[in-house]
């Protein structure tokens, strides 16, 4: 597999709510992939282990086609067993309560991509940072549709996080009116779930999102 510069552009997460088939999962995910994403995240949180592996194997498949790593929400164990199948291009995310970054990187080894959320903090980032982390998300910047509940961060933590030399990541309420402002204030990939899937043709929201980025 090709892979582009995953380092800069748009970070379209999967929602079972938007996307509850397979049909209309890969269908929107190829519509994406097509728009130009940087990464596409594969986020279910459901119990149903089978159909998880199904689908997230099904992505990597066309990830890998388009040259475009494909980041498992939360389940190293589905990330290293995609990995053994064969799919090299697959990573992982993890958030605060969802394992060991340390652990992630062992398993998945040097060239896996292994994010980590942040949140607002500046601390979380530093110990994500030494963990191994392979980019840092901050966020919610805007109101949220996904995770409403998510506490509120403030756009100046993006330069200040600078200082990790990681790729930082704006997520949470973002969409084309408000990505440009996210840009400017420091962040190379711009997270979103309702900006992609949430309304219209996936390939040309990605598109308008990635017109926000070429002049910030």
Known sequence: MTVNDWRHGVYAITDAGLLPDDDTLIAACESALAGGLALLQYRDKSRDGERRHRQAAALASRCARHGVPLIINDDLALAERLRREGHAGVGVHL????????????VLGDSAIIGATCHASLELAARSHE???????????????????????RLELLAEAARFGLPRVAIGGIDADN?????????????TVQAVFGHGEPAANVQHLRRQLIDP
């Open 95 to 106: 958030g605060q309560q969802d394992g060991s970054l340390r652990d992630a990187r062992r």
């Open 131 to 153: 963990a191994g982390a392979s980019y840092l998300a901050f966020g919610r910047f805007f109101a949220s549709r996904t995770k409403p509940e998510a506490p509120p961060a």
């Open 179 to 191: 990505a440009r402002q996210a840009r400017r204030a420091g962040a190379e990939l711009l997270a």
